[in-house]
């Protein structure tokens, strides 16, 4: 049998209690991945020895994986009361706000935030008029998930409403566990 802390259910969405969503075992695969890649530069930093950040074809998994967990994490701050945004009540089905991320290098891609809700759609429509736009590295956003990196120390580009971008690079950071 498993120690309790082994299935803390804040240790990653689906993990937890039998009520909550599994997980796909590709995403529990990349999570370990991330997991590796960050501690294997920490230690590398810790004994001055040169590492390198993963192909662009491979990091851009790891982005995507962070990207998807993204939302939830957004959401996960606001019942807690941590959110600066306030969430907008939308017809159920309708896209609510969205925030443009905008991740470059070799592992990046352009991703559309759902603000309002984890599960609300985003449409064509949504992300051509959404509230606010991120621009970050492929690797800082993932020191920034890792939580190696602050909001404040990123070197994030943006655009809109400051208060959505705010919440944005909150959450990122919250997605840490580390």
Do not use: K
Not at 42 to 54: F, K, M, T
Not at 88 to 101: D, I
Not at 132 to 139: K, P, T, Y
Not at 147 to 175: C, F, K
């Amino acid at each position: 049998m498993l120690p309790a802390t082994a299935c803390d259910p804040g240790l990653f969405p689906g993990l937890g209690a039998a009520t909550e969503p599994q997980i796909p075992l590709s995403d529990a695969y990349l999570n370990r991945a991330f997991a590796c890649w960050t501690h294997a530069g920490d230690i590398a930093r810790a004994v001055d020895y040169p590492y390198e950040p993963p192909l662009g074809s491979h990091l851009r998994l790891l982005v995507d994986l962070t990207a998807r967990r993204l939302p939830g994490s957004i959401a996960g701050r606001r019942r807690a009361g941590l959110a600066t945004t306030r969430a907008r009540l939308t017809t159920a089905g309708s896209p609510g706000r969205t925030v443009h991320l905008e991740i470059e290098g070799a592992g990046g891609g352009d991703y559309w935030i759902p603000l309002d809700s984890p599960t609300a759609a985003v449409t064509r429509v949504a992300a051509r008029d959404a509230v606010a736009q991120v621009a970050l590295e492929d690797v800082e956003f993932c020191q920034l998930a890792a939580g190696r990196l602050s909001p404040a120390e990123a070197a994030a580009g943006g655009e809109g409403d400051q208060a959505a971008i705010t919440d944005v690079l909150n959450a990122l950071t919250a997605l840490s566990r580390l």
